[in-house]
C-alpha cells in the first residue's frame, strides 16, 4: 500500500515563526500536493509539484512556499505565520497520470497563536 | 468557474435507513469525479472514480452513479461504521493535475 507520511500531527507555532511542515511518499510517486481543509470550505490546493524542483502555485499560494528536492519528499513552509494559517494541512501524492487518484496523509493540524 | 457544491451538508441515519448524498458540479470539462471517504484525525481515503455520465460503481453498501450534472452517493443499510464525512471531488481537462473538492457532506449512522 502507499504511504504518505506527514512529520507531525498537531504543531502549536506563534505568529510570526517560520514553519516547516514535511511529507514523505514511498511509492516514487511523481505528483504530490499541498492542500488546507477548513471547516465549510472543503479542501484548498496550495502548491503542487510534478517533478523534482519543479511546482506550481494552487489556488491560494500566498503566505506559503514549498521545496521538493528529491523526489519523496514535499515541504511546505510557512514564511512567517498568521493566525489566519490556523489550518488542517493534507500533503497527498499521485502517479504522473490524469484521473488519477490521490493518496493521503493523515495531516497536520496547525495552530498559529 | 469550476465548482463543486456537496449537499446536504449532514445526514444523520438510523441503522438501515438508506439515503443519498449529492454532488453537483460545474467544469469545462469532466476527466474524472471521485468519491472521498474522510474519518475525524484522518486523510482522505479514495471510493470511486466515475468518468462519463451513466456510469456507476459500487463497493459493498455504497453506490456513486454520475450524471453530467451531478453526482450521487446511494448508502444502503447503512450501518453506525459507516459514520464519516465524504468528499466529493472533480478533475477538469484544463487545470493539469489539479483536483477541485466539495465541502463534504457528514454522515452519522445511529444504531
Known amino acids: 500500500d502507499v504511504k504518505v507520511t506527514q512529520s507531525s500531527r498537531y504543531l502549536v507555532k506563534r505568529t510570526g515563526e517560520k514553519v516547516f511542515l514535511e511529507c514523505v511518499q514511498d511509492m516514487d510517486h511523481e505528483n504530490m500536493f499541498w492542500y488546507r481543509q477548513d471547516p465549510g470550505l472543503g479542501l484548498r490546493l496550495i502548491y503542487f509539484s510534478y517533478d523534482v524542483k519543479m511546482k506550481e502555485k494552487g489556488d491560494i499560494p500566498e503566505g506559503y512556499s514549498v521545496s521538493r528536492e528529491k523526489k519523496e519528499r514535499f515541504s511546505l513552509i510557512l514564511e512567517s505565520a498568521s493566525t489566519n494559517q490556523t489550518s488542517m494541512y493534507l500533503c497527498?501524492?499521485?502517479?504522473?497520470?490524469?484521473?488519477?487518484?490521490?493518496?493521503f496523509g493523515s495531516g497536520t493540524q496547525l495552530s498559529v497563536l | 468557474e469550476d465548482q463543486v457544491t456537496q449537499s446536504p451538508e449532514a445526514l444523520r441515519l438510523q441503522e438501515g435507513e438508506s439515503s443519498s448524498l449529492n454532488c453537483s458540479y460545474t467544469v469545462s470539462g469532466l476527466r474524472g469525479l471521485f468519491w472521498y471517504r474522510q474519518d475525524p484525525g484522518k486523510g482522505p481515503e479514495f471510493l470511486f472514480t466515475l468518468y462519463s455520465a451513466g456510469e456507476e460503481k459500487e463497493k459493498e453498501r455504497l453506490k456513486a452513479t454520475l450524471t453530467k450534472k451531478e453526482s450521487f452517493l446511494h448508502i444502503t443499510a447503512p450501518k453506525p461504521e459507516d459514520s464519516a464525512t465524504y468528499l466529493c471531488a472533480v478533475q477538469p481537462y484544463t487545470g493539469g493535475f489539479k483536483t477541485i473538492f466539495g465541502a463534504g457532506t457528514r454522515l452519522f449512522v445511529k444504531a
Open positions: 497527498a501524492s499521485n502517479t504522473g497520470s490524469t484521473n488519477e487518484k490521490l493518496f
